[in-house]
């Protein structure tokens, strides 16, 4: 007699689940995959509330503060689950792209920093609080001469570097190394080739003219015989292979050219691009500084004006870009002497946390393999469920670097040397070119990034922060940055869209609603393409309302056409997750 394993999967929560062990399954992993797995940045500093009443002290505390912060996203993630997975794509490849400018251009200790450092300072963990000096960057000739070139290639590698760029190189390394591979394997085959062509033929249809003179390969200098067949290759094979080799030859003994990427020019007074793309621009002045004055390009003016008199200190944040550009521009001379193992210490989760938020997410996708190869059904809600749990495993690994509930930032006060200078007006418009744009407000807020603001490096690294490029298509006066959280966010929802689509022929209460979730699965699979053309179109059409040192203003069919897409959107996915909920209890 052989005991079946059905009580043990019982037993464990794997089979035989009623509605209640379904729903507050489901609920702990959402939570778990949302909550619990937020790597939010370092937040802004906050002042204690001196109210008498008790409400508004509690409000106020840092603990509850951080809290109404996390549910907020939490919400968020809820309801969009593919912010998550775009957010933590996005830090992964700045945090890479900020290590390659340490090792390139970082001095002192900056160029030992390893990843986690750049994961820390572009999560805002770096307080840097430097004296006030002037408006102007002093001895300025020696400044354009020596200096300029640097933040034009610190710009080119680490915030013009697109990923579209890092895949073609890789495509490229790849596509040489088979060619190589190749190369060497086609060698012995032509010459193989070529010794079937010159003397089988002869031998086999000719034999009686084979060993005469006049048959045998003649050099050009008339010469005849076995050393005119070695010096003279004679098949397409051996002659592609003889040019390929001489060329190699001539690229070797020449100096390499430079093969980098056209900057975009942002000194343009007449068109930048920071007045038709729907986000900041991302390339450095390149001649005069006289060209980059408030006037000519809106992105320098924006931001928070700060007017301390000279002497005064002042608070910045700073990505790791930015980092590397203040110690080119000679206000900041080494970065803070912190370790890695002090970094992870600065995060709250430990690893019995994580630990729990893993066995959770591991425990539905046993529960949900065992019911599969059961052959049991999904429900509606275990299905959706699954989608927060495969963003959830995706942005712990891209976070693995990155802290975790870091409520303080690390202060490191910068004092005038013979080598360090107070930071200047300039610095900071320099400073604020490397610091990036925010997410939600570009792609959901008026003007949509058309007005080129950069982030202020006085305030706080939001978590929304994107550091780093996808592409950049469309015209060269027109052009439109796609950044990576855009790319990461329309396919990880299209993902989503096609995990819905498979309950399209599961039962539903009524027939309506049969149709009902067909219909949003395929718009919420289908819905953020059309919402990502349409918003790069309008940004080009409408790009002459922003003109340089004007506000510009957002046209309506701008507003209207990309609002209807976000409602229909949302409408469909808070659709879902109602009746997700609903079919469970009703069935």
């Known amino acids: 007699m052989t005991s079946s394993p059905k009580p043990i999967l019982e037993w464990l929560r794997l089979e035989g689940n009623d509605t209640s062990d379904i729903f507050f399954g489901c609920l702990a992993a959402i939570v778990a995959s949302t909550f619990l797995a937020l790597h939010l940045n370092v937040p802004g500093p906050h ?50 792209l900020g290590l390659r400018t340490f090792r390139e251009f970082g001095r002192g200790n900056v160029n030992r920093w390893t990843k986690a450092h750049a994961s820390f300072a572009n999560m805002g963990g770096f307080k840097f609080i430097m004296r006030k000096g002037g408006e102007e960057i002093p ?6 001469d020596r200096d300029r070139p640097v933040l034009v290639r610190i710009a080119q590698e680490g915030l013009e570097r697109t990923a579209v760029q890092d895949l073609s190189k890789l495509l490229r390394d790849y596509l040489t190394s088979t060619w190589l591979w190749a190369r060497g394997l086609l060698r012995p085959i032509s010459a193989l080739l070529y010794t079937l062509g010159r003397f089988l033929p002869q031998r086999y249809f000719n034999p009686g003219r084979s060993g005469s ?86 992105f320098l003016a924006s931001g928070t004006e700060h007017d301390e008199e000279q002497g005064s200190t002042i608070t910045l944040y700073l990505n790791a870009n930015q980092i590397v550009v203040a110690q080119v521009l000679g206000i900041l001379d080494e970065g803070p002497h912190i370790t890695v193992e002090e970094i992870e210490d600065k995060g709250k989760s430990n690893v019995f946390v994580k630990g729990f938020a893993a066995l959770q997410l591991l425990w539905f996708a046993t529960r949900a393999v065992v019911q599969i190869c059961r052959g049991q059904s999904l ?17 712990y690994m891209l976070y693995w670097s990155k802290p975790q509930a870091v409520e303080l930032p690390i202060e490191w006060s910068v004092r005038p040397s013979a080598t360090v200078r107070p930071i200047t007006d300039e610095d900071i418009r320099w400073l604020r070119l490397f610091g990036g744009t925010r997410f939600l407000s570009r792609n959901f807020l008026p003007p949509f990034g058309m007005d080129g603001k ?46 819905y689509c498979m309950g399209w022929n599961y039962p539903f209460p009524s027939r309506w609603e049969l149709w009902a979730w067909r219909l949003a699965s395929v718009i919420i699979t289908a819905s953020l393409v059309p919402y990502s053309l349409v918003n790069a179109y309008c940004t080009m059409r409408f790009a002459h309302l922003y003109h340089a040192g004007t506000p510009g203003k957002t046209h309506v069919v701008h507003i209207l056409s990309l609002y209807a897409l976000l409602g229909l959107y949302t409408g469909c996915r808070v659709f879902m997750l109602v009746e ?8």
């Open 139 to 144: 001895d300025e000739l020696s400044f354009a």
């Open 379 to 395: 429900t509606h809600l275990e299905l959706a469920t699954f989608t927060y749990v495969l963003c959830a495993v995706t942005a």
């Open 213 to 298: 003179a006049r048959d045998s390969p003649v050099d050009a200098n008339g010469q005849s015989g076995e050393d005119a067949i070695e010096l003279q290759p004679t098949t397409p094979t051996e002659a592609a292979l003889a040019q390929q080799e001489l060329a190699e030859g001539d690229e070797s003994s020449a100096e390499p050219p430079s093969h980098r990427p056209a900057s975009i020019d942002l000194g343009d007074p007449d068109r930048s691009v920071a007045d038709s793309q729907n986000v900041a621009p991302t390339n450095l002045p390149n001649g005069d500084t006289s060209r980059f004055d408030d006037e000519s390009v809106p």
């Open 454 to 499: 950069g982030h202020d490096p006085f305030k706080p690294i939001p978590t929304d922060i994107s550091l780093s490029i996808f592409v950049i298509y469309g015209p060269k006066d027109r052009a439109v940055v796609y950044f990576d959280d855009d790319f990461a966010g329309v396919i990880i929802g299209m993902v989503f869209g096609a995990l």
């Open 580 to 587: 997700m909920v609903r079919t469970l209890f009703a069935t």
């Open 47 to 96: 002042q204690k509330s001196t109210s008498k009443f008790f409400l508004r002290r509690w409000w106020a505390l840092g603990v509850v503060r951080q809290l109404r912060r996390q549910l907020a996203w939490a919400a968020i993630a809820v309801v969009v689950p593919e912010i998550l997975g775009s957010l933590s794509f996005a830090h992964w490849r700045a945090t890479s």
